[in-house]
């Protein structure tokens, strides 16, 4: 396939299986990456490991071996079908483009093209038919938040027709990405084995001022922030997710009220969801629903204490949904807790998925 540009297969063609860039290889999100690379059917011919200057030589392992980590420069890209970047905005926002004139199609996981008309924002299991239309060469892959929730959502919105969400987070540290992790670590063994949490600042006296990417101690503590702050007291966090699931959804006036919570978990985003629909729903059929969605896990009998927690659910691949319960005052709405690796689905699976996506189309006759 070949797309508006004119610049995808070209590289794919000359040497048989497709050759991919990991942009980004030595983050928090990288790693994961190259365990899911070396977990999946083996559809790559090299793997190419690039980061900044300052990693170029370090050796990863992915697929079994040791590969050398290159400096991102132009020549990186030389002879690349398909580059995942998972960098910051500003680096996406100046390399992605430069991935696409060397003839890559990029699969990008920073925020700097999510909402750009020209840029398709995929989730494999609810839109896959979006990859298609990338007028830019490039694919964006959506926030780890709107990614923890969107594949359930998906899936009840293709049976009964979505009318509004409303959703509060429960944020994990690693989506602040390793310093995340670090703040809360530091900060558990600054508490572990106190009495603190009884007295107003206690806990913030005892961790310090430095709290890391957090604008809060997270240690003992839930903090409702995520990101910078945008207009009206809303966060960029709440933006992004509303954003997203408009465009993911195909519904862009689609009513979107969200919270973003930060709680002291390492890694998988819980949400709690009140999702309206167009009619009357039933909680069997929404069971149902779910049951058989693919990449969804049902996990939902409260009688037997059974429901997803970011304890259970992380390292997993699937979106784990429980406390499935009918509104009680609108026949018409669901209240579901859902929970995602943010790691996983929520960054390097979904990312990974889009590529093999990609990939498929390179490799077809
Ligand atoms: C966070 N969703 O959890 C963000 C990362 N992309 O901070």
Same mark, same amino acid.
């Given at each position: 396939?070949?797309?508006?540009?004119?610049?995808?297969?070209?590289?794919?063609?000359?040497?048989?299986?497709p050759t991919l860039a990991v942009v980004g290889a030595?983050g928090?999100v990288g790693s994961v990456m190259l365990q899911i690379l070396s977990q999946h059917a083996d559809i790559w011919?090299?793997i190419r490991l690039?980061?900044?200057?300052?990693?170029?030589?370090?050796?990863?392992?992915v697929r079994?071996?040791?590969?050398?980590?290159?400096?991102?420069?132009?020549?990186?890209?030389?002879?690349?079908d398909v580059a995942m970047f998972d960098?910051?905005?500003?680096?996406?926002?100046?390399?992605?483009?430069?991935?696409?004139?060397?003839?890559?199609v990029v699969v990008d996981n920073?925020?700097?093209?999510?909402?750009?008309? *020209?840029?398709?924002?995929v989730v494999p299991e609810?839109?896959p038919?979006?990859v298609?239309?990338?007028?830019?060469?490039?694919i964006a892959n959506p926030?780890c938040?709107?990614l923890?929730?969107?594949v359930?959502?998906?899936? +009840?919105?293709?049976?009964?027709?979505?009318?509004?969400?409303?959703?509060?987070?429960?944020?994990?540290?690693?989506?602040?990405?390793?310093?995340?992790?670090?703040?809360?670590?530091?900060?558990?063994?600054?508490?572990?084995?106190?009495?603190?949490?009884?007295?107003?600042?206690?806990?913030?006296?005892?961790?310090? *001022?430095?709290?890391?990417?957090?604008?809060?101690?997270?240690?003992?503590?839930?903090?409702?922030?995520?990101?910078?702050?945008?207009?009206?007291?809303?966060?960029?966090?709440?933006?992004?997710?509303?954003?997203?699931?408009?465009?993911? +959804?195909?519904?862009?006036?689609?009513?979107?009220?969200?919270?973003?919570?930060?709680?002291?978990?390492?890694?998988?985003?819980?949400?709690?969801?009140?999702?309206?629909?167009?009619?009357?729903?039933?909680?069997?059929?929404?069971?149902?629903?779910?049951?058989?969605?693919?990449g969804?896990? +049902?996990?939902?009998?409260?009688?037997?204490?059974?429901?997803?927690?970011?304890?259970?659910?992380?390292?997993t691949d699937p979106?784990?949904?429980?406390?499935?319960?009918?509104?009680?005052?609108?026949?018409?709405?669901?209240?579901?807790?859902?929970?995602g690796d943010n790691l996983r689905k929520g960054a390097a699976l979904n990312t990974a998925q889009i590529a093999e996506l990609v990939a498929s189309?390179l490799?077809?006759?």
């Amino acid at each position: 396939m070949t797309d508006v540009a004119g610049r995808t297969a070209r590289n794919a063609v000359r040497t048989g299986r497709p050759t991919l860039a990991v942009v980004g290889a030595t983050g928090a999100v990288g790693s994961v990456m190259l365990q899911i690379l070396s977990q999946h059917a083996d559809i790559w011919g090299e793997i190419r490991l690039i980061a900044s200057p300052r990693s170029a030589g370090r050796k990863l392992a992915v697929r079994g071996e040791e590969v050398e980590v290159v400096a991102l420069t132009e020549e990186a890209f030389d002879g690349v079908d398909v580059a995942m970047f998972d960098v910051p905005d500003e680096v996406s926002a100046r390399w992605a483009p430069i991935a696409v004139a060397k003839g890559a199609v990029v699969v990008d996981n920073s925020g700097a093209f999510r909402m750009d008309p *020209d840029v398709p924002l995929v989730v494999p299991e609810v839109n896959p038919h979006a990859v298609r239309v990338r007028r830019r060469g490039i694919i964006a892959n959506p926030n780890c938040t709107t990614l923890s929730m969107i594949v359930a959502l998906g899936a +009840l919105h293709a049976e009964f027709g979505l009318r509004e969400l409303v959703v509060s987070s429960y944020q994990a540290v690693s989506g602040a990405g390793r310093s995340g992790v670090d703040t809360l670590r530091r900060q558990l063994s600054l508490v572990a084995g106190t009495e603190l949490g009884t007295h107003p600042g206690d806990v913030r006296r005892a961790v310090g *001022d430095d709290t890391g990417p957090f604008p809060e101690p997270v240690a003992l503590n839930v903090v409702p922030w995520a990101g910078s702050l945008r207009e009206d007291g809303w966060s960029s966090e709440e933006m992004k997710v509303r954003d997203e699931s408009r465009k993911i +959804l195909g519904l862009p006036t689609l009513p979107v009220a969200v919270t973003c919570v930060r709680v002291p978990v390492v890694t998988t985003h819980s949400l709690t969801v009140h999702a309206r629909f167009e009619g009357e729903v039933t909680v069997d059929k929404a069971r149902e629903i779910l049951a058989t969605a693919p990449g969804v896990v +049902l996990f939902d009998d409260p009688a037997a204490g059974e429901f997803p927690t970011p304890a259970d659910a992380v390292g997993t691949d699937p979106t784990w949904v429980g406390r499935v319960r009918r509104a009680l005052d609108d026949p018409t709405a669901l209240e579901l807790f859902v929970c995602g690796d943010n790691l996983r689905k929520g960054a390097a699976l979904n990312t990974a998925q889009i590529a093999e996506l990609v990939a498929s189309e390179l490799s077809a006759p």
